[in-house]
T-cell receptor, first 114, second 113 residues
Framework: EAEVAQSPRYKITEKSQAVAFWCDPISGHATLYWYRQILGQGPELLVQFQDESVVDDSQLPKDRFSAERLKGVDSTLKIQPAELGDSAMYLC????????????FGPGTRLTVL | GNSVTQMEGPVTLSEEAFLTINCTYTATGYPSLFWYVQYPGEGLQLLLKATKADDKGSNKGFEATYRKETTSFHLEKGSVQVSDSAVYFCALSPQGGSEKLVFGKGTKLTVNP
């Protein structure tokens, strides 16, 4: 069964450093999402791509976060500089892109900022 | 705005007990409703969904009915197993907009043998 791949699974960094997360969606999925899940909370959308275009980045802290999906396939989420409050699980999901389609989630990247 | 409210956890049950996890939502129009489950150390998996009022979603013995009149989508299972121990998230996808999911805070379920 096809899965969403994410790497790394765990990342520890010091504040003010740069970090990057990678996501490879299920083949053929046009829509890709990055969510942030703070411990004890539900995931919150950071950015949504349709193919290579950003559809929604209203909750992305653009002063330090950036995301790209250059060829409409895999995607990278970057934080620079990292802050203590960025410690969280970063989840990538993909879907075919139709209304009420199932979103398939990857295992996530657990970020700890010291 | 759109929001989801779930019952506070954690919930601890004995094996074969009946499970209910309450979920209510606020949204305009007719959102689609979902339950996702997150097992320890894993990503979220879709458990079930319903896309219109009075629809019942079901999977692996779990059920939830989309109640427009009470804006609810409560999760139920008649007999829980130890393997059902996980965190359960209720979510909605707003009608007519992007497909992004708005999640509740999650309810941690522990089932003891």
């Amino acid at each position: 069964e096809a899965e969403v791949a994410q790497s790394p699974r765990y990342k520890i960094t010091e504040k003010s450093q740069a970090v990057a997360f990678w996501c490879d969606p299920i083949s053929g999925h046009a829509t890709l999402y990055w969510y942030r899940q703070i411990l004890g909370q539900g995931p919150e959308l950071l950015v949504q791509f349709q193919d290579e275009s950003v559809v929604d980045d209203s909750q992305l802290p653009k002063d330090r976060f950036s995301a790209e999906r250059l060829k409409g396939v895999d995607s990278t989420l970057k934080i620079q500089p990292a802050e203590l409050g960025d410690s969280a699980m970063y989840l990538c999901a993909s879907s075919l892109g139709q209304a009420a389609d199932t979103q398939y989630f990857g295992p996530g990247t657990r970020l700890t900022v010291l | 705005g759109n929001s989801v409210t779930q019952m506070e956890g954690p919930v601890t049950l004995s094996e074969e007990a009946f499970l209910t996890i309450n979920c209510t939502y606020t949204a305009t129009g007719y959102p689609s409703l979902f339950w996702y489950v997150q097992y320890p150390g894993e990503g979220l998996q879709l458990l079930l969904k319903a896309t219109k009022a009075d629809d019942k979603g079901s999977n692996k013995g779990f059920e939830a009915t989309y109640r427009k009149e009470t804006t609810s989508f409560h999760l139920e299972k008649g007999s829980v197993q130890v393997s059902d121990s996980a965190v359960y998230f209720c979510a909605l996808s707003p009608q007519g907009g992007s497909e992004k999911l708005v999640f509740g805070k999650g309810t941690k379920l522990t089932v003891n043998p």
